[in-house]
């Protein structure tokens, strides 16, 4: 389970698929056990209830029947107030035991039609299971028979549950939830300027730029613990485990609880890194934003890194075919990246060729429109 976005909103994991079979399942037995050999008829309050009726009823032990009456209150997130019968009973309910099976009920008002509609059909007993109640926004003096989970009032989604007709098909519940912070996947070819567009957008934005090299020289250089484990596979010529890298960029972000985003520059390299990123994220309520990524020509960045050399004393920077194997490396790492990040709708490309302030005015309007 993973942070979701719906038409405008976001909603991150809350209840799993297991603690609804879990719960539904208790909820078929207790009713069951209070029916006895009687037959009852379940009515499903429509659309938010299809998934749990079906659920219900194919784990329910003994005769039964069902049928469906269709209510709305619901426009967004908010409740309208006001409740329109939309489908009604068309089955004699006359001396019968009825089980509402509602999804979820929070002020009342729907509760309160059901009963209206209700209370002239003769049954013999009429009583309400909901799988979801939120009691802080309950406003009516009417009775629930049977609770699943008792929930804040939180609005969420998933089995069955929509927000403006999308996520029903979702089989565990997610809640809205707003993300405080923007976090950024800075992406950029050897000599394209990464490292002075990361400075000017840290200080504009008030964010925290993650360096990875930066990162590992730190540990390294202060011998701690992680620091000592990564040293020890590059002493050996081996690449660090991308476990390491990661707990190392993980501890970084916990150093800072109260950022308002992070720029991570040179991580991730890989897709098992992007999505222990993810995860991690995740587990906060955050995202990554966008990968964003500066797009330079390669000769000029040739030209750009051999005139480095001249100064710069790097070996690298002075070879040519040194210098375009790092672009092909780039290339390979950042194409892989790409795919991943613009499946989801998160990959921006900007031209970084120009003068440092036109290049970040490109790179902040990507920023501000995410």
Not at 54 to 68: G, H, M, Q, T, W
Request: aromatic content about 10%; charged content about 30%; overall charge negative.
């Amino acid at each position: 389970m993973s942070t979701i976005k719906l038409h405008d909103k976001y909603f991150k994991p809350y209840i799993s698929k297991e603690k609804i079979e879990q719960t539904v399942q208790r909820m078929v037995k207790e009713i069951a056990k209070d029916c006895k050999d009687e037959t009852p008829i379940f009515i499903g309050i429509l659309n938010g209830c299809f998934i749990y009726v079906a659920d219900f009823i194919r784990l329910y032990p003994k005769n039964c029947e069902v049928s469906f009456v269709k209510l709305a209150s619901y426009n967004g997130l908010e409740s309208t107030g006001k409740v329109n019968e939309l489908v009604g009973v068309n089955v004699d309910l006359t001396d019968r035991t009825v089980i509402i099976l509602e999804d979820i009920i929070d002020t009342g008002n729907t509760l309160q039609k059901i009963y209206d509609i209700f209370k002239n059909q003769k049954v013999k007993s009429l009583k309400i299971a909901t799988l979801f109640f939120k009691p802080d926004v309950f406003t009516k003096a009417l009775p629930i028979d049977y609770i699943g989970l008792s929930i804040p009032d939180e609005f969420i989604i998933g089995y069955g549950l929509d927000y403006n007709d999308l996520g029903r098909n979702l089989d565990s519940i997610y809640k809205i939830t707003t993300h405080k912070m923007t976090n950024i996947v800075l992406f950029g070819p050897p000599g394209a300027g990464k490292g002075t567009q990361a400075t000017k957008l840290k200080e504009k934005y008030n964010l925290v730029h993650i360096s990875t090299g930066d990162v590992f020289r730190f540990n390294i250089k202060n011998e701690t613990e992680l620091g000592k484990l990564a040293k020890s596979y590059m002493d050996k010529g081996d690449l660090v485990p991308d476990e390491v890298t990661i707990k190392m960029l993980e501890d970084e972000v916990e150093k800072n609880p109260n950022a308002k985003g992070f720029i991570f520059d040179g991580f991730p390299r890989t897709i098992d890194q992007a999505k222990a990123l993810d995860a991690f994220l995740n587990e906060k309520g955050e995202i990554i934003n966008g990968m964003v990524a500066l797009e330079v020509p390669e000769d000029l960045l040739v030209e750009r890194l051999l005139e480095r050399g001249k100064t710069s004393g790097r070996p690298d920077d002075q070879d040519e075919d040194k210098i375009r194997n790092r672009f092909n490396e780039y290339n390979t790492k950042t194409a892989v990246l790409k795919d991943y990040y613009d499946n989801q709708n998160k990959y921006f490309g900007a031209n970084g060729v120009g003068s440092i302030d036109d290049i970040t005015e490109r790179l902040s309007t990507i920023i501000d429109s995410l």
